[in-house]
Nanobody
Framework: QVQLVESGGGLVQAGGSLRLSCAAS????????MGWFRQTPGKEREFVAG????????YAADSVKGRFTISRDNAKKTVYLQMNSLKPEDTAVYYC?????????????????WGQGTQVTVSS
C-alpha cells in the first residue's frame, strides 16, 4: 500500500526553525510531483509548497515565500520542508501529498495520496 509518513513537527518559539520530512513507500516516488499543505480548525486545506518530479520546479505560497523551502531526494524517496522564521500564524497540521502527475499542482483535490499530518505549533 502507498504510505506517506511525515515527521519533524513539534512546538517551537516564534523565529525558530523546523525541518519536516515525508518518507514515501509503495509508489514510484520520482514520477510524482509532491506538495505540502496545512490546515487549521474550520479552514480549508491550504497549499504551502510544491515540487515537480525532478525537483527542477518549486513553488511556495505567498504567505511562506522566503521562509519555507521545499526539496526532495528521490533516491531516499523523501520530500522535505525547511521552515525558518516561524510565526504563530504558521501553527497548523502539515500534510505531505503526492500529486496525480509529475508537474506541480496547487489544489488539494489534485493530489492522490496524503500523509497523516504532523502538528506544528509556534508560540509567541
Amino acid at each position: 500500500q502507498v504510505q506517506l509518513v511525515e515527521s519533524g513537527g513539534g512546538l517551537v518559539q516564534a523565529g525558530g526553525s523546523l525541518r519536516l520530512s515525508c518518507a514515501a513507500s509503495g509508489l514510484t516516488f520520482s514520477a510524482y510531483a509532491m506538495g505540502w499543505f496545512r490546515q487549521t480548525p474550520g479552514k480549508e486545506r491550504e497549499f504551502v509548497a510544491g515540487i515537480s518530479w525532478s525537483g527542477g520546479n518549486t513553488y511556495a505560497a505567498d504567505s511562506v515565500k522566503g521562509r519555507f523551502t521545499i526539496s526532495r531526494d528521490n533516491a531516499k524517496k523523501t520530500v522535505y520542508l525547511q521552515m525558518n522564521s516561524l510565526k504563530p500564524e504558521d501553527t497548523a497540521v502539515y500534510y505531505c501529498a503526492a500529486a496525480g502527475s509529475p508537474a506541480v499542482r496547487f489544489g488539494p483535490r489534485e493530489y492522490t495520496y496524503w500523509g497523516q499530518g504532523t502538528q506544528v505549533t509556534v508560540s509567541s
